[in-house]
């Protein structure tokens, strides 16, 4: 089974431009980001979905130093982005988790990948209630799932953002 965190990074914020480019000590937020990410023992491997935008080395020069993966897609439809980058990888379980979260548990994104996989479940967070910390967000869902989203999703929200169609059809309650 290939398990594939990934990781969206940009660096076009408007609300904090270069944010996973800020320094935390001798650290990129990035550079913590992906340094806790590999210490998954249930992921195979770790890919940085960003875009094409000016400056772009940066983030890919951050993830070759750390051996990590990039695809480069789409700034405005996400939802693509993360597709073609699991498709690219060949991943048949998606780990969804976003850059600016440098404190991410690692051993936390491995208990949510065995829920998935004992459960059989196509999707799995804990987003739908608010036990965790922000900065701890994780979203895991099957390939399948997300392909779904990718071929029926129509509205923009869905396209611009990756989970919102897999959770509207969903019978979490």
Known sequence: MNVIIITQARLGSSRLPNKVMMKIGHHTMLSLHLQRLLNSKKASMTVVATTDE???GLIINECDIRGVHVYQGSLLDVLDRF???ARKFNANIVV??????PLIDSSLVDELIEKLVTE???YCSNTLTEDFPDGQDIEVFTFEALEKAWL???LKS???HVT???K???DFI
């Open 152 to 154: 029926e999703s129509r």
């Open 164 to 166: 919102p169609y897999i």
């Open 54 to 56: 000016e400056g772009i």
């Open 96 to 101: 969804r988790v976003t850059s600016d979260c």
């Open 83 to 85: 597709y073609q980058a």
């Open 168 to 170: 509207r059809n969903s």
């Open 158 to 160: 869905d396209r611009e």
């Open 120 to 122: 059989k479940l196509d």
